[in-house]
């Protein structure tokens, strides 16, 4: 089974995703992760990418499907996969549509979670990040146990300039422009299901169980 979890940013699609794989069985697929582990172990595709990013360029959308494809034919990925944070947008979601069909292949489900504003700021202006391991503490909702300290390796904690209200307000004003009209795309094929992202993890993850069940 294929699916797309659909949000704005902050909506907790790759929190929801890293839950969901163990429950589902089928990998997960975040592109910008994958991006990472590429350029990290130096393969061919990651140099590709690297040659992009250092020179501060968008990595062009045929790259980045190229990228997802390796990913699907992978035997981990043969049932199905969650597809977080990708597509972005129309043109990416109708080229995924015409490389999932050559593999015999569809989204099955496009989960819409669904998050106010004043919500993606709460919880995106709280988040804390660790600079020395990543992870990632609430002020309120998960804080570190001893302030400003990592409880996993001590490191510093510092707000991300990602996460901070006017780069969150810019990032959903490109999220309106761009990536919400993808639901009307999808849509349109009978795939849209619409989930409410707010509430504790484990009561959106169920959500989600239920909205793919269906
Ligand atoms: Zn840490």
Redesign the pocket.
Known sequence: MDVILFGPPGAGKGTQAKRLISQLSVPQISTGDMMRAERASGTDLGKRFESFMSAGKLVPDALVLELVEQRLKAEDAEAGAIFDGYPRTIPQAEALDSMLDRLERKIDVVVSMEISLAEQIDRITGRRT??????IYHVRYSPPPSEGR??????ELSQRKDDLEEVVRKRHEEYLANTAPLLGYYGAKGLVVTVNAVGSLDDVTARIRDAVAR
């Open positions: 660790c600079v020395g391991c990543g992870h990592c409880a996993n390796c001590g490191g």
